[in-house]
C-alpha cells in the first residue's frame, strides 16, 4: 500500500516536473518537438516500466528524463527526499549529490540540496559528511541557517558532544526562544561528568547557567538541592527544593528524599513545606500527601490521619493513597479483619503494578521512571508525572 502511495506520488511529481521542464526549454528557445523527442521518449519508456510493475527501472528511466533546469530543481528536491524517506537513502544521495553538482544553481537552490543532502548522510549515519555541510550552512548565514542549526544540534545531541551542542544551542536560541528547555538540558549533562568526578564549583556554574536559561529548569534545580546536601550546605539545598516546589510542584516527589534529608539537618520546616505544597494546589501530588501522613503519625490520631488522606482521595482516586489506608488501618483491627484487609492490600497491589508513572505529553510514551529526554520523540522535559489512580 505504501509502496503505491509512493508511486502515485512520484509519477504526479515526475510529470510536474517534466511539464516545468518542457515549459523552461521552450521559453529559453529549444523547443523540443511535440512527438518522438529523447525526452517523450524517455518518459513513455519510464511509463512502460512503471505498468509493468518494475519500478526501480521506471524511478531512473523518469529521472533521466527530467532535465534539471531552474524550473524542476524543487521537482528533483522533492525526488531525493521522498527516496530518503522511503528508506532508499543511497538513491536520495545520488540525486541530491547530482543536483549540487549544477553550476547554474542559484544559491538559494544550492542550499537547500545542500540540507537535504546533509540530512540524506544524517539518515545514514554518515554524522562528518552531515555536519561538515550543516556548518557550511551555517557560516554562511543562509536563510535555511536556522533549519541547518536545527540538524546540527541533534547530531552533536546523538553523540553526546555535549560542549559542541551547546555553542551551536547558544547560536540557535538566538533564532527560536523556546530553544531554552533543550539547552538547559545540554548545560545539566555537560555538569554530569564534573559532578562524578566531584569538581563541585564546575558543576555549580552549569547548573546554573542551566537555569539562567531557563530559570523553569527543574532537573538543574534538583541536582542543585542534591549537590549543596552532598556538601554540607543544607540551607543551600533546601533553597533550591523551595525553588522548585515554587516552580512545579508535580516534581515534588522527585525531590522527597532530598526534603527528607534537609529535615535531618534541620534545614527545612518539612510539615511546612508539605502543607504549602498541598495548599499550593487543587490536586497535590499523592506521594506528598503520603509524606505529610507520615509526618502527621507523630501527633495526630489514627481517625485524623484517615480522613486527611480519605479527603484527598475522594478528590482524586489514588490507588497509592488506597495502599496507605489498609496498611494504616490492618494494624488496628481484629485477626479476621487484618486477613480481609490483605486480600484487599493484594489485589491493589495488582492492580499498581505495570502501570506507568510518567507519561510523555509530546508522544504520549509512558514509563515508570522519569526521564528527562522521551526515548521515543526525543523530546526534552516533555514527560511529566501523572496524578491519579492512573499512576497507582
Ligand atoms: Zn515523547
Not at 495502599?323 to 491493589?348: E, K, M, P, Q, T
Request: glycine fraction near 4%; hydrophobic fraction near 45%.
Amino acid at each position: 500500500m505504501q509502496e503505491l502511495m509512493f508511486l502515485g506520488l512520484f509519477v504526479v511529481a515526475l510529470a510536474i516536473g517534466w511539464y516545468l521542464g518542457r515549459r523552461e526549454a521552450i521559453k529559453v528557445g529549444f523547443m523540443l518537438k511535440p512527438h518522438g523527442s529523447a525526452l517523450d521518449r524517455q518518459y513513455f519508456i519510464g511509463l512502460n516500466y512503471l505498468l509493468n510493475e518494475q519500478p526501480d527501472e521506471a524511478i531512473e528511466t523518469f529521472i533521466r528524463a527530467l532535465e534539471v533546469n531552474p524550473e524542476t530543481v524543487e521537482t528533483h528536491i522533492a525526488i531525493g527526499k521522498l527516496f530518503c524517506q522511503r528508506g532508499d537513502v543511497e538513491r536520495a544521495i545520488k540525486v541530491h549529490q547530482n543536483l549540487l553538482a549544477r553550476p547554474n544553481l542559484s544559491r538559494e537552490q544550492a542550499d537547500h540540496v545542500q540540507l537535504e543532502l546533509a540530512r540524506d548522510y544524517l539518515a545514514v549515519g554518515m554524522d562528518h559528511r552531515a555536519e561538515r555541510l550543516l556548518e557550511e550552512l551555517v557560516e554562511v548565514r543562509s536563510p535555511l541557517r536556522e533549519e541547518a542549526l536545527v540538524d546540527l544540534v541533534k547530531v552533536y545531541e546523538r553523540e553526546h558532544d555535549w560542549r559542541r551542542a551547546i555553542q551551536v544551542g547558544d547560536k540557535l536560541l538566538r533564532e527560536r526562544a523556546a530553544f531554552s528547555v533543550t539547552l538547559a538540558h545540554y548545560y545539566c549533562e555537560s555538569a554530569q561528568l564534573p559532578l562524578k568526578n566531584n569538581e563541585l564549583p564546575q558543576a555549580r556554574s552549569l547548573l546554573k547557567q542551566a537555569l539562567e536559561i531557563d530559570p523553569q529548569c527543574i532537573r538543574a534545580l534538583l541536582l542543585l538541592a542534591e549537590l549543596e546536601m552532598d556538601q554540607g550546605q543544607a540551607r543551600d539545598g533546601a533553597r533550591w527544593l523551595q525553588r522548585l516546589a515554587d516552580t512545579d510542584s508535580d516534581f515534588v516527589p522527585q525531590a522527597l528524599p532530598l526534603i527528607r534529608r534537609c529535615a535531618d539537618n534541620a534545614a527545612l520546616n518539612v510539615p511546612l513545606f508539605l502543607d504549602q505544597v498541598i495548599a499550593a494546589s487543587a490536586y497535590p501530588p499523592m506521594p506528598v500527601i503520603l509524606a505529610k501522613a507520615d509526618e502527621m503519625r507523630a501527633s495526630a490520631s489514627l481517625s485524623e490521619i484517615s480522613q486527611f488522606v480519605l479527603g484527598h482521595i475522594q478528590q482524586r482516586p489514588s490507588l497509592r493513597g488506597l495502599l496507605y489506608l489498609i496498611d494504616l488501618h490492618s494494624d488496628h483491627v481484629d485477626a479476621r479483619g487484618r486477613d480481609n484487609l490483605l486480600i484487599l492490600r493484594s489485589i491493589v497491589e495488582a492492580l499498581i503494578t505495570g502501570k506507568p508513572a510518567f507519561r510523555c505529553s509530546a508522544c504520549g510514551f509512558s514509563a515508570k521512571r522519569l526521564h528527562w529526554q522521551c526515548p521515543t520523540c526525543h523530546g526534552w522535559s516533555t514527560i511529566r508525572p501523572l496524578k491519579g489512580s492512573e499512576t497507582a
